[in-house]
């Protein structure tokens, strides 16, 4: 008897480095991310340090996110209609010079509170238009089936930087100031900027016109509203934002106040942090092979309700760094499996939109709820505010019972480019329009409930990739005969709708075509609408003039 094959083995979390491209921008990446954390260290605890306010020390974290949420989307339309490698270059360099600025105020002493949360919101723009443009570049550096552990190494890099950078940053603040940390911080750019500088991804040519900034931007944003597994992952990485911020808005008070340390101190708390984030970035492939998306959230939120409880209230280093691993891992878990579900969600057209509105949700959420735990803390108490925190992680994951995380699906989400732009009887220009859509289908009595199931999930479709006003008619005098109609602005618009439609949804089209009754395919009509004006001035034609034919086409038209 044949042995039985054995399960597959869950993939390695460090296949994506097998990439060139991807090792290298990732190695260059976590430099600068040693850089940037080694910055917020001296950022907060300057802050902590000119300031007695608990809330201007938590606002240094929020004005960090706070620009992802003001401007991820307007980063998102940019990336998906331009290049995103220059886009990167542009926010990269644009950091080196506000992160150099930064550390000649700090060394001349000209820095005040509020011009050092001037200089961090700042940096927050720069990331805020790097990131879409940097995760939507990991689907273009690695295979499909590579995304979810390159997704989960980024995170990894960051955190393998969180659990050195910080540590490292409290010694060189403690040595020689904030102003060094800044300074170290505007060198680390370079390296990636010269990664970038020389990568040359491969571009598939463009067929259609680029997209206006506005239309890219709305075409976004219905894009995720009309996806339901979409929306859910924004619903939830939301909550989980508010509540998992509280941990790192008030660290430096935890270090200063709770366990009574120094900047050291609060590099070790954000080193443990960052320990257990990388323990879970190495253990999320195994975990997502094993698990639903939804299963690991609600563990993530429950973990870091505990970890949170712990923080607030343990006067003792030691175990207040062992409650801090757990949050990392937790952290990392829950915000890599948000990312992973949005992408594997989302075609490339519409990637880094779909990605920034996330980015603006989970982040605009992490903003809310720093401004939101400073103040509870300040009023209340640090402990009180870490326990809040704690109870709202149990809230997201009872959250999960009403809206539960999508499964991971195998979707086919690339261009079924199969469609070609028909030939017209009438000249017709890319903004030629509104232009009119009608398809007429023959179904069986028997077969209207099923019918009606796949024109639900077409109208969806539809919608999603930029139909207005999409209708289904029924004819009363044959009631086989159902039309589907729908428009778009102009013609251009027409031909990319339907260059939308991925192979994913090609099984609606199927279900459609396998229903229709008719001796040939269901029929499409594309018009073109016109307007019919008449001054009030015009002379009626005669009965003569109507009954002549029309032999200029523009009139046929």
């Excluded at 990388?278 to 970890?307: I, K, M, N, Y």
């Excluded at 990605?355 to 402990?383: D, H």
Aim: aromatic share 8%; proline share 7%; net charge positive.
């Amino acid at each position: 008897m044949p042995a039985s094959p054995s399960p597959a083995a869950p993939p390695s979390a460090f296949a994506p480095l097998r990439h060139p491209v991807f090792r290298s921008v990732w190695l260059a990446s976590m430099a600068s991310n040693f850089g940037g954390l080694i910055q917020s260290v001296g950022a907060s605890w300057m802050m902590a340090a000119i300031s007695p306010s608990a809330e201007l020390v938590a606002l240094v974290q929020a004005s960090v996110t706070l620009p992802i949420m003001l401007l991820a989307l307007v980063a998102g339309a940019l990336a998906d209609t331009f290049d995103r490698r220059h886009l990167m270059l542009a926010a990269q360099s644009f950091m080196l010079l506000v992160s150099a600025l930064l550390a000649a105020c700090a060394w001349l002493e000209l820095i005040s509170p509020w011009l050092l949360l001037l200089f961090t919101f700042l940096i927050g723009c720069g990331t805020a238009f790097n990131g879409p443009a940097w995760q939507a570049s990991v689907g273009d550096m690695v295979p499909r089936s590579d995304l979810s552990a390159a997704v989960a190494l980024n995170s990894m890099g960051f955190n393998i930087a969180r659990s050195v950078g910080p540590a490292i940053g409290g010694a060189i603040v403690a040595a020689a100031g904030a102003a060094a940390a800044f300074a170290l911080n505007a060198v680390s750019y370079v390296g990636l900027l010269f990664v970038l500088l020389r990568w040359r991804p491969q571009r598939p040519p463009r067929s259609l016109p680029r997209e206006t900034l506005g239309t890219a931007i709305a075409a976004g944003v219905r894009y995720v509203t009309l996806s339901p597994a979409i929306a859910v992952v924004l619903v939830r990485s939301a909550l989980f934002g508010v509540a998992a911020s509280a941990v790192p808005a008030l660290m430096p008070l935890i270090a200063r106040d709770v366990v009574s340390g120094g900047p050291l101190t609060y590099g070790l708390l954000l080193g443990a942090f960052g320990a257990g984030a990388v323990a879970g970035a190495l253990a999320g492939a195994r975990l997502r092979a094993t698990g639903s998306p939804e299963r690991l959230v609600r563990l993530a939120c429950l973990a870091f309700a505990l970890a949170a409880g712990i923080a607030g209230l343990s006067p003792f280093l030691p175990l207040t760094m062992a409650a801090l691993v757990l949050a990392g891992a937790a952290w990392v878990t829950a915000l890599s499996t948000f990312n992973v579900t949005v992408q594997l969600h989302s075609p490339r057209w519409v990637v880094a939109r779909t990605l920034s509105i996330y980015q603006m949700c989970a982040f605009g959420g992490m903003a809310a709820g720093s401004w939101l735990w400073g103040r509870m803390a300040e009023g209340s108490g640090i402990g009180t505010a870490l326990l809040a925190a704690g109870a709202l992680q149990l809230v997201c994951a009872l959250a999960g019972l009403k809206l539960p995380l999508p499964a991971s699906r195998d979707l086919d989400l690339d261009p079924l480019r199969e469609w070609q732009a028909p030939a017209t009887d009438v000249r017709i220009e890319p903004r030629s329009g509104p232009v009119v859509v009608t398809i007429e289908y023959r179904i069986r009595q028997r077969d209207v409930r099923r019918f009606l199931a796949a024109m639900a999930e077409r109208r969806r479709v539809r919608r999603r990739d930029g139909a207005l006003h999409w209708t289904l008619l029924r004819d009363l005098s044959d009631r086989s005969v159902w039309i589907e109609r729908y428009h778009t602005p102009t013609w251009l618009d027409y031909i990319r709708h339907n260059n939308r439609i991925t192979r994913a949804d090609a099984a609606v089209s199927e279900t459609l075509r396998a229903l229709h009754c008719g001796d040939a395919p269901p029929k499409v009509r594309r018009m073109v609408e016109r307007q019919i004006g008449r001054p009030a001035s015009a002379r009626m034609p005669s009965p003569e003039e109507i009954a002549e034919p029309l032999t200029d086409p523009s009139r046929s038209a």
